[in-house]
């Protein structure tokens, strides 16, 4: 399989959500089973040796590879969700977005400064969630952070939304 494979499985919904838009949906990509596994194996090449500790994935189709690429590296799983859905006492970041803001919100307890965290999410376009994810997990004092997409959007330049020496990896850039 390759990343034109890829590709090819990925569904292109035009005006969703607003009119304008051409948005990306992975579910197709999550439904293929040898996508899945492309995706899989990919992303474990990536980062099998960088001593990850901890994914987090970002609501709600990070949590899907997250998932499987934390249990993959022996680590452990964090979700990064919007507020009002972890039960226990949690941290937030709240950030702009293109039309407004939002907040992002973990468990108070779920990174320390032991803990070298990949953060995962589908798509990266303008960064701004991501960002505030990091921002986040900064400040729970994880030693080591790494950031990884499955798809970034080029035209966006969501990568200027990280500080320059955090490593930014996507496994396909359209």
Known sequence: MSKETLKANL??????????I????????FKN???LQEMLD?????????GITKVVGIESRGFIMGGA?????GAGFVMARKPGKLPAEVVEETYAKEYGTDTIQIHKDAIDENDVVLLHDD??????????????????????????FII??????????FPEDITVDTLLTL
């Open 22 to 29: 051409l948005f990306y949906d992975v579910t197709t990509l």
């Open 11 to 20: 569904r292109e919904i035009p005006d969703f959500p607003i009119p304008g």
């Open 123 to 148: 798509l990266l376009a303008t960064g701004g969630t991501m960002a505030a994810t990091h921002r986040l997990v900064q400040r729970c004092g994880a030693k080591k952070i790494f950031i990884n």
């Open 33 to 35: 089973p040898e996508c």
């Open 42 to 50: 990919s992303l474990y090449e990536m980062y099998k040796d960088k």
């Open 69 to 73: 690429l934390a249990a993959r590296l």
């Open 152 to 161: 970034e959007l080029g035209g966006l330049n969501g990568r200027k939304a």
